[in-house]
């Protein structure tokens, strides 16, 4: 094979000596600190979805149980974890209705309200906050028109258990609590309560003449997490595409340099030319495309004469 022959075959392979100099290999630890990125968030948004599937199982487990009698086994309540979350337990006792609470800010749908929560000393002498439901906001500013009252008899009451809610850094009127707080709550009453978990009502018997508004299901949507931790991993990816493709479009762009005869120092030069073989490249095709758009009109208008 000549020297000239050799040369040409050089000049048409692509060359990718240049992903060695410091811009690229900048580019490349720029991808990678992306995708280092791209994986932690992609990792949170997966422990985000661990985290509720192991909530929507807990809900599958326990919610349609058989109540469990807190006079026969009252472990799920006082020595409550987050395993015995929506666990339907019943009670017998009475409720303190003199020391009911309104739990302010509890919007539903959209829909501004308040909860109603009633201390039930059970006939162990053992004191649950139950919270017997949902109040739409009234007429009233700062607190529900009505609140509906238990009936004053002994009660056998059956509800879900829920675990107490952190304490929020807003005061509350007299009456009311700016969360389900329990050792707040308990501080409040003046007298030991349960302070792992609250009772969610379900029934109770008598039943009122009228109650507040049931709670809502939970849902068992385990949101969008997975979708997003897949797109940030395609995130990831698309970064190291996107220097993948600028290597082989530069390497591309250098071969055909090198076929006309253009060096390193003829970079501007060449890439000049390159922009004006596109512009006649876009000028060749508008005039093909009037071309083809004449000989049509010339077409029709023939077809019309005869």
């Not at 039930?120 to 529900?144: A, C, K, Y």
């Not at 055909?256 to 060749?284: H, I, T, V, Y």
Request: net charge negative; glycine share 6%; with cysteine.
């Amino acid at each position: 094979m000549s020297a000239h022959h050799a040369r040409r075959d050089t000049d048409q392979r692509l060359d990718f000596s240049f992903l060695r100099t410091a811009p690229w290999l900048f580019g490349l630890a720029v991808c990678v600190l992306f995708a280092i990125a791209c994986h932690h968030l992609a990792q949170w948004q997966w422990d985000r979805r661990v985290e509720v599937m192991h909530q929507v199982n807990r809900v599958l487990e326990n919610y349609d149980d058989e109540p469990i009698s807190f006079a026969e086994n009252p472990r799920p309540v006082t020595g409550f974890t987050a395993e015995d979350e929506w666990t339907p337990v019943t009670f017998e006792g009475e409720y303190l209705v003199d020391e009911t609470l309104i739990v302010r800010n509890r919007p539903r749908a959209g829909s501004p309200g308040y909860e109603v929560l009633v201390p039930f000393r059970t006939d162990e002498g053992t004191i649950v906050m139950v919270n017997r439901g949902w109040l739409q906001i009234g007429n009233t500013p700062g607190r529900p028109d009505v609140v509906p009252q238990p009936d004053p008899d002994a009660h056998t009451v059956t509800g879900r258990l829920r675990p107490g809610e952190p304490a929020l850094d807003r005061d509350a009127p007299e009456g009311q609590v700016a969360s389900i707080d329990l050792p707040a709550i308990e501080e409040k009453l003046g007298e030991p309560i349960v302070r792992g978990a609250y009772v969610q009502m379900m029934q109770e018997s008598p039943a009122a003449d009228r109650n507040p508004q049931k709670q809502v299901e939970p849902t068992l949507d385990e949101g969008p997490h997975l979708s997003y931790a897949l797109q940030w991993y395609l995130f990831a990816l698309m970064g190291f595409a996107v220097w993948g493709y600028s290597a082989w479009q530069k390497a591309r762009n250098d071969r055909l340099d090198r076929l006309e005869g253009f060096g390193d120092d003829d970079a501007p030069m060449a890439a000049q030319r390159r922009r004006q073989a596109r512009a006649a490249a876009k000028a060749r095709a508008r005039m093909s495309d009037e071309a083809a758009e004449d000989a049509a009109v010339d077409a029709a208008e023939q077809v019309r004469r005869r």
